[in-house]
Structures are given as structure tokens and as C-alpha cells.
């Protein structure tokens, strides 16, 4: 029986399942998977790879070719400092969370967006190498075209969820060849382990780096409406293949079966690929893409996060139900091998598998400003208002005007030398001026008492004491205290005598 609390779910769960039947065949999703051959641009294993999908955050593969064009046509400079906006600084995360005003070189800033993923970076990028959002969003669209990504649709430089923009895994390899062939002198770009910005440590959202021999990029992504995305490289014994792996369900997933289809490309020999290229892919029969919100974001499990995990998939949380939705939901072709059997497998049958540990962590230092000791600067700069300055200065300031006249011998002296700090000899000769010093932690106290305490051994020394002293007595005391004082004084004339 259904109850009224069960309804609002129930009707849920059939809109997401209306929208995913709209979009696959036979009610049926095919998650785009793609092995193809950097040099040849020969297909080696395809699926779903010209169907439309939302890209996230593998968006920033297209915005860094952008920027990186505009910096070979003189454009643009590495050099050059971006400004951070108040509405970079608005996009949600992943971010750096720098304050509007701040700045940073474009070299720096491809740095983050590649390791970090930041939105803010790259709506900065955007914004400062287009003029505008629109601006950069039109050169992404004519890049696009000009590449022969031709089912792709720029409105972002960062990929938050924007229902106009999407690509297929096919333009992403077509994407990740030119970045390849067009800027062999920026490849470490993509292979960076981890950044470092101060003190922290911020390693690559790329869990295949460091874990899959011979991986050496390029870049992940995740969106709800989109899953979890990674556009990976991977060079053996000088043959470099491009995998393109959409739709998954983890992180996790997503790495595994990654790794599944480069165990699969770099064992098939390049003479059984059969001779189909990336231009010669037939066009999808699918006019938009799926959202995948209801499966891959479900409200009674944690958000997931485009990071490297070893924790439970999606699917397997639920349970053993929700493995046989996943089997039904993702359309499972006939395999030529087994990797591409463990490539397609859903959740289930990931369970128990798992990459190696990752490689030690190589941090690159990426900073604000233009160098950094500028960035250091900054950072001081933002953290001094944060200490209690004012108190300080109120407390100190009568201490200071108390002290002045106290210290006109040591002054003087020193200030004849030119020495910037006392110098030991000088401050041997002046040990009569001790009382000065002491006097500084005495708020208000009789005349005397400067007198009678210290026993001065230099003649230089005690005259100046005993003179002014005897001066403030003089009004102040009663006939008994003058009786008493002038014994003092000549006591002490004796002994300098």
C-alpha cells in the first residue's frame, strides 16, 4: 500500500526516470566510454562516444586550450595578472576562496584549475581573457568548431551545471589530442600531482595519477546532472593512448574503469583497430543529453565529491537493489574482452577491486600576486588587521613620554657613534643611568627615592642624578626633609671627591 508520505518520493523517482527513458534507448542509458590512439586518432574501443553529455568540470581542458592559444597568437601573456571579481569569487566550490581584488598570473592560475578544479580560477580566466563570460564562451564555441568538436556547446569556463552546455566523449578526445599536439611544451600542465599555496597541500582530483603506470593526465569532473567524468592520458614504451570515461557512478567507479580500458587499449595490437577514426564516428541519434541527478545524487545518501576514494560506491551503499537498478539503467553491450567486461561492469562488481596506493606527492607552488614574496606580503597584509594592535599603542604611549627625560645620557652618547644598536662599552661607562631605566616601570614616585636607591661607582654618572633630584625636593619637602637630604648630598660629593 501506498502512503501519502511515500507519494511526494515515488513521484520523484518517476520524473528522474521519465527524463532518463526521454533520453536513452529502450529505457536504458549508455555511459560514453572511449579508447582512441594520440597519434593516429584510431579508434580502438568505443561506446556511447558521440552521445551528448554534461561535461563538469573536464570543461577546464577547453578553457586551458583557449588561454593557451590566445597566449601562442600574443594574446595574452603567462605572465599576465588576473583579477579575481565579485562574482568569480561567488561561484560555489571547488575554490581557492580568494577575496575580489586579488590577483594572480595566468600560469598559476591553469595550475589550479588543473589540480585544484577551482570554479573561482577559471570564471577569472574567463572573465579577464574574454572581457566577459560571453566573450571567452564565444572563443570556446569557435575553438570548438575550428578542432571539429562538433557536438560541442560552451557557456561556462568552469562547468557548474548549465543545461545548454554539453559535449560527448568523442569532442573530449578530439580536445585532449589537440592539447597534446598543440602545446607539447605545456604537458607537465596536466601531470602536476599536487599544488601547494602557503601551507597547504592540495593534491590532484585525478586518482589515476601516481596509481596507474604510465598515466600522465589530463582532467576530471562531476556534476550531479552528469556524473563523474575523466578525459586520462597514458604513455607506455612510446605509444600514448587517450581514454574517455563518462557517467559513472563514484569516483571510484570512474578510475577503475578507466584503468580497465588502458589495460585494454595498450594490450590490442595497431593493426586490429579496425581503421575507424574520431572523424569518421557516426553522429548520435540522441538530441540531448541525460540527467543523471536522480541516480548519481540521491537525497538519502551523502553528496559525493569529485575526489579519489576508496569508500563504498554509490550504488553498493544502497544495497544489493540498487546494484541491479544500476545494471539496468547503464546499457551493457556485448564485450570482445574481458577488461572491457570489467570496464562496463556496474557497481556491484567493483566492490572489492581497487587501484594501489598513490605515489609520493610532488607539490608545485603556485601563489598570488607576481611573484612569491608578493604573495607573502599579501597574506601579511591580510592578517595584521586581525592582531590587537590599538591596545597596544594606548598602553605604550605614556610609558614613552615618562622615559624621554630620563635617557638623555645614553642617547646622546650613542647618537655620537652613529651605532644603530648600544654598543657594550658604551653602555659600561653609562651604568650610573640604571635608575633611568627602572624609572620607566614607576608611574608616580617621590624624588627621593631615585636618589637614595642606586649606588652609582662613576663619577660622570652620579652628578647628573643627584642634581636635578636635589631641584625637586626643594619646593616640595618640609624643613625635616631638607635636614635629611642634605647629608645625602654631600656623602655623595665626598665620595665623588
Not at 605509444?239 to 570515461?245: G, N
Request: proline residues 8%; positive net charge; contains cysteine.
Amino acid at each position: 500500500m501506498f502512503t501519502a508520505a511515500l507519494l511526494p518520493r515515488l513521484a520523484g523517482r518517476l520524473l528522474g526516470l521519465g527524463a532518463l527513458l526521454a533520453a536513452g534507448t529502450a529505457g536504458a542509458v549508455t555511459a560514453p566510454m572511449l579508447v582512441v590512439d594520440v597519434d593516429s586518432g584510431k579508434v580502438i574501443f568505443s561506446q556511447g562516444a558521440t552521445d551528448p553529455w554534461y561535461p563538469a568540470s573536464i570543461t577546464k581542458l577547453m578553457t586551458t586550450y583557449v588561454a593557451l592559444d590566445m597566449v601562442r597568437q600574443g594574446r595574452a601573456s603567462m605572465d599576465q595578472l588576473l583579477t579575481i571579481s565579485e562574482a568569480a569569487a561567488a561561484e560555489p566550490p571547488s575554490k581557492m576562496g580568494f577575496k575580489p581584488g586579488t590577483q594572480l598570473t595566468l600560469d598559476n592560475a591553469l595550475k589550479i584549475i588543473m589540480v585544484k578544479s577551482a570554479n573561482d580560477v577559471a570564471w577569472a580566466i574567463g572573465e579577464n581573457l574574454g572581457g566577459s563570460i560571453e566573450g571567452f564562451a564565444d572563443r570556446m564555441n569557435e575553438t570548438a568548431q575550428r578542432l571539429g568538436m562538433r557536438d560541442s556547446h560552451w557557456y561556462n569556463p568552469n562547468g557548474l551545471p548549465d543545461p545548454r552546455q554539453w559535449t560527448s566523449a568523442r569532442d573530449m578526445a578530439v580536445l585532449g589530442r589537440a592539447l597534446l599536439r598543440d602545446f607539447p611544451e605545456n604537458r607537465d600542465l596536466f601531470s602536476i600531482s599536487a599544488i601547494q599555496f602557503g601551507r597547504a597541500v592540495m593534491p590532484n582530483h585525478n586518482g589515476l595519477l601516481g596509481r596507474y603506470a604510465g598515466v600522465d593526465g589530463m582532467k576530471t569532473g562531476f556534476i550531479c546532472s552528469g556524473g563523474f567524468n575523466v578525459v586520462a592520458s597514458a604513455n607506455r614504451n612510446g605509444r600514448r593512448i587517450l581514454t574517455v570515461v563518462m557517467g559513472q557512478a563514484s569516483a571510484r567507479e570512474r578510475d577503475l574503469k578507466a584503468a580497465d580500458l588502458f589495460d585494454y587499449g595498450f594490450g590490442q595490437s595497431t593493426f586490429g583497430w579496425g581503421g575507424q577514426t574520431l572523424n569518421e564516428m557516426p553522429v548520435s541519434s540522441i538530441a540531448s543529453p541525460p540527467d543523471m541527478r536522480p541516480y548519481i545524487c540521491d537525497k538519502r545518501r551523502p553528496m559525493p565529491t569529485d575526489a579519489d576514494s576508496s569508500a563504498v560506491t554509490a550504488g553498493a551503499a544502497a544495497g544489493g537493489n540498487a546494484d541491479n537498478a544500476n545494471a539496468q539503467l547503464m546499457a551493457v553491450g556485448a564485450q570482445p574482452s574481458s577488461a572491457l567486461a570489467f570496464a562496463t561492469m556496474n557497481s556491484a562488481a567493483l566492490r572489492n577491486r581497487a587501484l594501489p596506493p598513490r605515489a609520493p606527492l610532488q607539490p608545485v607552488l603556485v601563489w598570488t600576486g607576481r611573484d612569491p614574496a608578493e604573495s607573502a606580503i599579501a597574506a601579511t597584509d591580510e592578517a595584521a588587521p586581525a592582531k590587537p594592535v590599538t591596545p597596544r599603542v594606548k598602553v605604550a604611549k605614556p610609558a614613552i613620554q615618562k622615559t624621554a627625560p630620563h635617557k638623555p645620557a645614553p642617547s646622546r652618547s650613542i647618537a655620537a657613534t652613529g651605532a644603530t644598536v648600544p654598543q657594550p662599552k658604551l653602555l659600561a661607562r653609562q651604568r650610573g643611568a640604571a635608575p633611568a631605566s627602572a624609572s620607566a616601570f614607576a608611574s608616580t614616585g617621590p624624588a627621593t627615592s631615585v636618589i637614595a636607591e642606586p649606588k652609582p661607582a662613576h663619577k660622570a654618572a652620579a652628578k647628573p642624578a643627584a642634581k636635578p633630584a636635589a631641584k625637586d625636593v626643594k619646593p616640595a619637602a618640609k624643613p625635616e626633609a631638607k635636614a635629611k637630604a642634605k647629608p645625602i648630598v654631600k656623602s655623595a660629593r665626598k665620595k665623588d671627591d
